[in-house]
């Protein structure tokens, strides 16, 4: 064929059509994925400031693909969150963090991430409530975290849900405190057991004055509202006796721990035999 004298660079670029192939495609992966049992969950611990006991571990997705690799949830959960399947993968994390808990010899708690999208069902809790019936896991060793993105949604709504999810005796975090635009009065409203501060404060407390009293003021905030504060993101030693000495509550980061399969942490849940 004759070359088209100004097309001879033309670079292929994917059209809109060939975008939303490869977004399609990637959807299908992806439910095959939560149907085929290739997502796991690794662990990260959470830990008392003041002893260093161990006090749970929040529970977060990967996905193993055949040929990609291990692929982090931010590459997935997005596009998930788009359509029905954050449905699926929310109640297959919720099943799979729930029955892996209820095996643990010590009573441990584990904390699971919710999606806004989870939040528009309103039979939500009695789900919940079945998966925990199901996998034998007591409510109380169950912990939910949620952003703030979820309560401006629809405020009635969500109050509604989570007073239904504590009545059982579910707990719930906020999560990724400070980064969202919710007021005091809102925070206020909210039955929250914890808050977890944002790790862009957290991982600054040395450094940045500002950053300091950020975290100074959300303590300082838990500790009125009678909420427990954890402190998200923790990389150095400086920053861990920080939180130490301004009587944070936990602490979770790579300095005690980056997410690891259950089996590396065999000894802390007091695994049994045959493990
Ligand atoms: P997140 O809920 O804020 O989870 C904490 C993220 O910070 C995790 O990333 C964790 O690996 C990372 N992290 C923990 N300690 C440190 C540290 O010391 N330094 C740094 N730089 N990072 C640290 P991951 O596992 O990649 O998860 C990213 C986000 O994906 C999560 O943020 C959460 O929003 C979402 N996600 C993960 N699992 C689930 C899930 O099962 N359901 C839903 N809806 N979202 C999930
Ligand atoms: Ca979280
Ligand atoms: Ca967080
Ligand atoms: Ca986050």
Redesign the pocket.
């Known amino acids: 064929a004759k070359a088209e004298g100004g097309n001879t660079h033309r670079v292929f670029e994917p059209t809109m059509d060939e975008a939303e192939a490869a977004r399609r495609d990637l959807e299908r992966d992806l439910r095959q994925a939560i149907e085929g049992d290739e997502l796991i969950l690794h662990y ?1 611990p959470q830990v008392s400031t003041a002893t260093g006991r161990l006090l749970g571990f ?4 990967r996905w193993e693909h055949p040929t990609r690799g291990l692929v ?3 590459a997935f ?1 997005p596009l998930a969150e788009e359509s029905d399947l954050i449905l699926l993968l ?1 109640e297959w ?1 919720l099943r799979a963090a729930s029955r892996e808990a209820a095996r643990w010899s010590r009573p441990l708690k584990v904390a ?4 806004p999208r989870q939040f528009q069902q309103a039979d939500l809790p009695e789900r919940i409530l079945a998966i925990l019936t199901e996998t034998g896991l007591a409510p109380t060793r169950l912990e939910l ?1 949620i952003t703030e993105t979820l309560i401006i949604n629809d405020m009635a709504r969500a109050l509604g849900i989570l007073r239904r999810l504590k009545a059982f005796g579910i707990s719930i975090a906020m ?2 405190f400070g980064t969202g635009y919710s007021s005091l009065a809102t925070l206020q409203a909210f039955p929250f057991d914890k808050i977890k501060i944002d ?1 862009s404060f957290v991982g600054h407390v040395e450094v940045s004055a500002q950053a300091a009293v950020i975290v100074r003021a959300v303590l300082g905030l838990g500790r009125s509202l009678g909420m427990s504060v954890v402190a ?4 150095t030693d400086a920053q861990m006796r920080f939180l130490a000495a301004e009587a944070c509550d936990e602490a ?4 005690i721990s980056k ?1 690891q399969p259950i089996e590396h942490f065999a000894e802390q849940i007091g695994a049994c035999e045959g493990f």
């Open positions: 990260q929040e529970a977060l997705v982090p949830p931010n959960i929310g994390v699971v991430n919710l999606s975290e999560d990724d790790r998200e993101g923790v990389e979770q980061g790579y300095l997410p």
